[in-house]
């Protein structure tokens, strides 16, 4: 199916083409998602051509309340609805034990699934509005960076979907925190949104589930995403990478300076906030997949708050040392 698409903030189109069964692009906090129907099966199955996404890498549900996560699964342990309580609206997404009213289409089989409460007011809107859960992978092409804005949308899905609710730039630019609570312990699947830091506050009993790629029954995160067209090398010595790229055209990703031995380079924060590194991570890595540079080099974040989900990705772009 093709579609001429349109772009705007009619929250009543959106849900149009939402009750017609199509697949529309819905803003977030973190990414954009492409959104359809989750209770529908017919509806869900337009993301995955969309997105030319294999069947095996489950989509997460999104709500607009507690309540309705209810609903929704058949188990919420207490210390799942704690955090619920305290990040949610927000970029964290729980892995809970589903009812039937959720296509396993959606879970890719798995018994559970991934909630969460997109923290965007477009979207919240459009969710009260709206009588089913909205199923949203990030609106991007299978494997290739999650888009942060509308436009970023429109480069890949352009004619794809018939129209992409914009509301702006991404706030947090990087996709949620996804965990799973597991008797009295978290195991966290996927870095994200919400610091580690944040988590240890409810308890010690903290493990990484990350990267399970090799078993796609058991999905968490592919090793190959996010990846941009370019080879990107991911170093702590970007000193010596410069050296070894000597003669070619390089695109350098820093945390705050703005050249390093001659080399102009984009960082992703001149005041050291990894926040505001995480919300221009993406839009950074187009622009440079985009640009006339023959490789990208981006250097090691610090490995704290939202450095982790920012080295995160970039290990999982880059074409060195996975
Ligand atoms: O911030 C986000 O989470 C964005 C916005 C749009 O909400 N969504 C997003 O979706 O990043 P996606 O599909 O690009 O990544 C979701 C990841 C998948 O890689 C999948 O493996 C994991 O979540 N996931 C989803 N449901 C799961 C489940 N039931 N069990 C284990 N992992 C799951
Ligand atoms: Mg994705």
Redesign the pocket.
């Known amino acids: 199916m093709s579609f001429s698409t349109e772009s705007g903030n009619d929250i009543e189109k959106a849900k149009y083409w939402l009750l017609c069964d199509e697949a529309v692009a819905?803003p977030?906090?973190?990414?954009?998602?492409?959104?359809a129907n989750a209770l529908q099966a017919s509806a869900v199955i337009k993301i995955f051509k969309v997105k030319n996404?294999p069947a095996f890498?489950?989509?997460?549900?999104?709500v607009n309340s507690a309540e309705v996560i209810f609903k929704y699964v058949i188990e919420f342990p207490s210390l799942a609805q704690d955090l619920c309580a305290a990040f949610m609206p927000g970029?964290l997404?729980l892995?809970l034990p589903?009812k039937d009213e959720i296509p396993d289409l959606?879970?890719?089989g798995?018994p559970?699934?991934?909630i969460?409460i997109?923290d965007h007011p477009l979207s919240l809107r459009l969710l009260n509005e709206i009588n089913f859960p909205l199923a949203?992978?990030?609106?991007?092409p299978f494997g290739y960076i999650?888009p942060t804005t509308a436009e970023h949308v429109l480069q890949q899905l352009n004619g794809k979907i018939p129209y992409v609710l914009d509301g702006g730039p991404c706030r947090?630019g990087?996709?949620?925190t996804?965990i799973?609570v597991v008797g009295d312990e978290i195991f966290v699947?996927?870095l994200?949104?919400i610091p580690l830091e944040s988590l240890y506050k409810f308890t010690s009993k903290i493990q990484l589930r990350l990267n399970q790629s090799s078993n796609p029954a058991?999905?968490?995160?592919?090793s190959a995403?996010y990846a941009p067209r370019k080879q990107l090398f991911f170093t702590k010595n970007v000193v010596l990478a410069i050296e070894k790229a000597s003669g070619k055209k390089i695109g350098l990703i820093t945390f705050t300076d703005k050249s390093i031995n001659g080399v102009q380079a984009i960082p992703l924060s001149e005041t050291g906030s990894l926040e505001e590194a995480a919300a221009n991570l993406f839009k950074v890595m187009r622009i440079l997949d985009e640009s006339d540079v023959d490789l990208i080099i981006a250097e090691y974040f610090p490995d704290e708050g939202l450095g982790r989900a920012i080295n995160d990705r970039l290990r999982r772009a880059s074409t060195n040392d996975k």
């Open positions: 819905i977030t906090e973190t990414v954009y998602g492409l959104a996404r890498d489950p989509l997460i549900v999104h970029p997404t892995i589903k959606v879970t890719s798995l559970k699934v991934g969460r997109p949203a992978p990030s609106a991007n999650s947090v990087v996709e949620s996804i799973e699947h996927r994200g949104g058991a999905p968490g995160q592919l995403h």
